[in-house]
């Protein structure tokens, strides 16, 4: 979030200060964008937290690039990804939260105009999700100094190439 530099006699202190927990004021932002040739993006955010310690975030992004190749015919791109996390930190001490990216690109085959119609890029299906738990804990009131963190996570790639048949 910030950081710090302290310059003391023979020696450089920095601090680096991570996102404070105790602000219960809710954050949002949308985006949209275009462009020429169709090109266009999509975003948004949305973060709320309570006094209690319970907080939510989420977050989405849309990218969709249509194709420009006189060579080609095809060869649209997207992406769309989403991303969600829950927490619980009710001190500085403790805390808890979990995670979920999801993220799908999608790729149209490019293929030549020329007689021989070769395919350029196969067209490519993909998606990937990535799950995290984290539970942490700080015998310091103030939450700096030695900390005790177990991380677990899990990450997931799947993708589908069409064959050269399916772009005829």
Same mark, same amino acid.
């Given at each position: &979030?910030?950081? !710090?530099? !302290?310059?003391?006699? %023979?020696?450089?202190?920095?601090?680096?200060?991570? @996102?404070?927990? &105790?602000?219960?004021?809710? *954050?949002?932002?949308?985006?949209?964008?275009?462009?020429?040739?169709?090109?266009? /993006? *999509?975003?948004?955010?949305?973060?709320? @937290?309570?006094?209690?310690?319970? %907080?939510?975030?989420?977050?989405?992004?849309?990218?969709?690039?249509?194709? *420009?190749?006189?060579?080609?015919?095809? %060869?649209?791109?997207?992406?769309?990804?989403?991303?969600?996390?829950?927490?619980?930190?009710?001190?500085?001490?403790?805390?808890? !939260?979990? @995670?979920?990216?999801?993220?799908?690109?999608?790729?149209?085959?490019?293929? #030549?105009?020329?007689?021989?119609?070769?395919?350029?890029?196969?067209?490519?299906?993909?998606? @990937?999700?990535? *799950?995290?738990?984290?539970?942490?804990?700080? /015998?310091?009131?103030?939450?700096?100094?030695?900390?005790?963190?177990?991380?677990?996570?899990?990450?997931?790639?799947?993708?589908?190439? !069409?064959?050269? #048949?399916?772009?005829?």
């Amino acid at each position: &979030d910030r950081m !710090e530099v !302290e310059r003391l006699p %023979g020696k450089l202190v920095v601090h680096l200060f991570t @996102r404070r927990n &105790d602000r219960n004021i809710p *954050y949002s932002r949308i985006g949209i964008a275009s462009g020429d040739l169709q090109f266009a /993006r *999509y975003q948004g955010q949305l973060e709320k @937290r309570s006094a209690k310690g319970f %907080g939510f975030s989420g977050a989405f992004d849309h990218l969709s690039v249509p194709h *420009y190749n006189v060579l080609s015919p095809t %060869g649209d791109y997207s992406n769309t990804q989403g991303w969600i996390r829950l927490e619980y930190i009710p001190s500085n001490n403790f805390g808890a !939260e979990l @995670r979920f990216l999801q993220s799908a690109p999608d790729r149209d085959p490019i293929v #030549s105009l020329s007689a021989s119609s070769d395919t350029l890029s196969r067209a490519r299906s993909g998606s @990937r999700h990535d *799950y995290a738990a984290r539970i942490h804990w700080n /015998r310091q009131k103030a939450g700096i100094g030695p900390r005790f963190d177990l991380l677990l996570n899990r990450a997931g790639w799947t993708d589908k190439i !069409e064959k050269d #048949s399916a772009l005829v």
